[in-house]
């Protein structure tokens, strides 16, 4: 039933989140992450597989915070694909209206992603590490007439 999915969907998470090439860009000061607590917000949602997810967390009514993680399973194209596929889910059928994302100002790889996928800067934060990041929005509407194309 839902709590052995719930459990299937922590285990995923956490394989990914503990594989050495996400932790160390994510959670650069752990050894090992415990993310179950992700699900602790019903309104939070995961998609995507082993090779990696895409984290959407709740922020308000139509607006969701996201983080990817990946595998070297998934890169470049592939991942980029993935994303996309992930942020077309939000938007059809989870009704995100804005979705908003902080990356690491030196994590080049995930900036160029985030431009790609339609995002733009609107400001910049620091992270739980410490490291200064730039936050980027991507909006419905503005994802809409990019992925028309």
């Not at 996400?22 to 992700?38: G, L």
């Not at 733009?120 to 419905?140: K, Q």
Request: neutral net charge; glycine residues 8%.
């Amino acid at each position: 039933g839902v709590l052995m999915i719930l459990a299937q969907q922590i285990e995923l998470l956490n394989f990914v989140a503990n594989s050495p090439e996400v932790i160390s860009e994510c959670a650069p000061d752990y050894q090992a992450v415990e993310m179950s607590r992700f699900f602790d917000n019903p309104k939070n949602i995961m998609l995507g597989d082993d090779r990696g997810v895409v984290l959407f967390g709740w922020v308000a009514e139509g607006v969701y915070e996201f983080h990817y993680l990946f595998t070297h399973a998934m890169r470049g194209r592939r991942a980029l694909q993935a994303t996309k596929t992930a942020l077309r889910t939000m938007f059809t059928v989870y009704g995100a209206e804005k979705i908003i994302g902080s990356t690491p100002r030196d994590n080049q790889p995930a900036r160029v992603m985030n431009r790609a996928l339609g995002g733009r800067p609107i400001g910049t934060s620091t992270d739980a590490s410490g490291r200064p990041c730039i936050t980027y929005v991507l909006e419905r509407a503005t994802w809409a007439i990019s992925s028309a194309v």
